[in-house]
């Protein structure tokens, strides 16, 4: 996607400029500028933008440092077209997601942010953004709860995201799961779920058949 370039390049013009990261928030109000020129036309662009955000403080404490005359933070290589490195990371998907954090913070800390071509920008814990929303939605107001674990978490957006493709004839039956941490993030491996529906019901009717005999 264009403008998915257009950020990467941003992000990181931004951090050779200051030698830091741009927060997530700030990636967000970017984000919405660049989409802005679709408001009022017949394209519109809705996602989430995630990531998490290491204490400002030291930044602000290394730009001092250097104005003294100290040593200049280093800048590690990026490794992605987005960003990762050991302050801060961000990850951007354009097809229908569901995205979670356990917390937020108004200066660190996970960071989910909804925006939209008509100018939303909505930062929030929850996020179902697409046509098969109120199927996900419907499977995480039933199974969502703060003390979930990874692996609890990454098989209830799984499930929400399945139900979804399902039920919703416009989403498609990929499912792609980021996992996002202080450390940076990861995606786990692409799952086409089209025959998953019915592998189910095929082995929902042989425990029934079982039970029955």
Same mark, same amino acid.
């Given at each position: 996607?264009?403008?998915?370039?257009?950020?990467?390049?941003?992000?990181?013009?931004?951090?050779?400029?200051?030698?830091?990261?741009?927060?997530?928030?700030?990636?967000?109000?970017?984000?919405?500028?660049?989409?802005?020129?679709?408001?009022?036309?017949?394209?519109?662009?809705?996602?989430?933008?995630?990531?998490?955000?290491?204490?400002?403080?030291?930044?602000?404490?290394?730009?001092?440092?250097?104005?003294?005359?100290?040593?200049?933070?280093? !800048?590690?290589?990026?490794?992605?077209?987005?960003?990762?490195?050991?302050?801060?990371?961000?990850?951007?998907?354009?097809?229908?997601?569901?995205?979670?954090?356990?917390?937020?913070?108004?200066?660190?800390?996970?960071?989910?942010?909804?925006?939209?071509?008509?100018?939303?920008? !909505?930062?929030?814990? !929850?996020?179902?953004?697409?046509?098969?929303?109120?199927?996900?939605?419907?499977?995480?107001?039933?199974?969502?709860?703060?003390?979930?674990?990874?692996?609890?978490?990454?098989? !209830?957006?799984?499930?929400?995201?399945?139900?979804?493709?399902?039920?919703?004839?416009?989403?498609?039956?990929?499912?792609?799961?980021?996992?996002?941490?202080?450390?940076?993030?990861?995606?786990?491996?692409?799952?086409?779920?089209?025959?998953?529906?019915?592998?189910?019901?095929?082995?929902?009717?042989?425990?029934?058949?079982?039970?029955?005999?």
């Amino acid at each position: 996607m264009l403008w998915e370039r257009i950020l990467a390049r941003e992000i990181r013009l931004y951090q050779l400029r200051y030698r830091r990261c741009l927060s997530i928030s700030g990636s967000a109000k970017l984000l919405s500028f660049l989409l802005h020129p679709f408001k009022g036309t017949d394209v519109c662009v809705a996602l989430t933008l995630c990531g998490w955000d290491k204490e400002v403080a030291n930044n602000d404490q290394a730009e001092r440092s250097e104005d003294s005359g100290g040593s200049t933070a280093a !800048l590690k290589q990026m490794t992605t077209s987005f960003m990762k490195d050991d302050r801060c990371s961000a990850a951007v998907s354009n097809q229908h997601a569901t995205t979670m954090t356990q917390y937020t913070s108004s200066n660190s800390g996970p960071k989910l942010i909804y925006v939209c071509s008509d100018g939303t920008r !909505l930062q929030g814990d !929850l996020f179902s953004v697409g046509s098969g929303s109120p199927y996900a939605y419907g499977v995480l107001d039933g199974g969502l709860k703060w003390s979930l674990s990874k692996e609890e978490a990454i098989s !209830l957006a799984r499930e929400a995201i399945f139900r979804a493709t399902h039920r919703d004839a416009y989403s498609g039956n990929n499912v792609d799961l980021f996992l996002i941490t202080a450390r940076g993030w990861t995606r786990r491996e692409r799952e086409n779920l089209k025959e998953e529906y019915y592998r189910e019901m095929e082995k929902r009717a042989r425990c029934w058949r079982i039970e029955k005999e």
